[in-house]
């Protein structure tokens, strides 16, 4: 069945970076589209950036434009996300997640969660 397992949350300071890692198994990774969301308590769940299943097209949130980058290494399964000039705002579990189709920007399936936290 479909796992996605991210990695590389922590504690870090305004400022810091940080790269998150989904280690994807379970299905044929290269075919599907993949996206970072986050959530933090008593909100939904956002759309933080969005990557085809080319790695052609990315799409990100206007809050971290600029600032995160979204890629792919469909020889390893991988899907990263890189976080930088983080700010406290940014706090939040960040989640990985697997499209519907390749081009899909509907997730169907999500990692157990990574949680970042951002000190001022």
């Known amino acids: 069945q479909v796992q996605l397992v991210e990695s590389g949350g922590g504690l870090v300071q305004s400022g810091d970076s940080l790269r998150l890692s989904c280690a994807a198994s379970?299905?044929?990774?290269?075919?599907?589209?993949m996206g970072w969301y986050r959530q933090v308590p008593g909100k939904e769940r956002e759309l933080v950036a969005y990557?085809?299943?080319?790695?052609?097209?990315?799409d990100y949130a206007d809050s971290v434009k600029g600032r995160f980058t979204i890629s792919r290494d469909n020889a390893k399964n991988t899907v990263l996300l890189q976080m930088d000039s983080l700010k406290p705002e940014d706090t939040a579990e960040y989640y990985c997640?697997?499209?519907?189709?390749?081009?899909?920007?509907?997730?169907?399936?999500w990692g157990k969660g990574t949680l970042v936290a951002v000190s001022s």
């Open positions: 997640a697997k499209s519907y189709g390749a081009n899909s920007r509907d997730m169907g399936s």
């Open positions: 379970g299905f044929t990774f290269r075919l599907f589209a």
């Open positions: 990557i085809s299943w080319t790695g052609g097209i990315s």
